[in-house]
């Protein structure tokens, strides 16, 4: 017989482990996007900076550590400026495409 695993003896998921390269935090970020959710957005920056050390992106984006921790958990609501500058600070940029086209 199999023994059972509670799921409070699972090691917490912690997609920042996973963001390992450029092209992969492109790919997170594109699909966090689509579902068009700020705190979402939010938490996945969270996710990024912690890749890249929470510390470096506060000082070159210009922001607290503690603000920055603030600002990117999972049910915050950023300011359009946060988001872009530590976007920026990751060294990525937002793109806007079209969603769908007129008249179909």
């Known amino acids: 017989m199999t023994p ?3 799921v409070s003896d699972l090691p917490e ?8 390269s450029e092209q992969a935090i492109a790919e997170y970020i594109t699909v966090i996007l689509e579902e ?3 705190a979402l957005l939010a938490a996945a920056l969270g996710d990024i900076a912690r890749a890249r050390g929470m510390s470096d992106i506060a000082k070159a984006s210009g922001i ?9 958990r999972p049910d915050a ?8 500058r530590v976007c920026t600070a990751l060294g990525v940029k937002l793109v806007a495409q079209v969603a769908h086209v007129a008249g179909t």
Not at 13 to 20: C, G, I
């Open 4 to 6: 059972k695993i509670k």
């Open 13 to 20: 998921f912690d997609f920042s482990e996973h963001l390992d």
């Open 36 to 38: 068009n959710d700020p």
């Open 64 to 72: 607290t550590r503690e603000a920055l921790y603030k600002a990117l």
């Open 77 to 84: 609501q950023p300011r359009f400026d946060t988001v872009s």
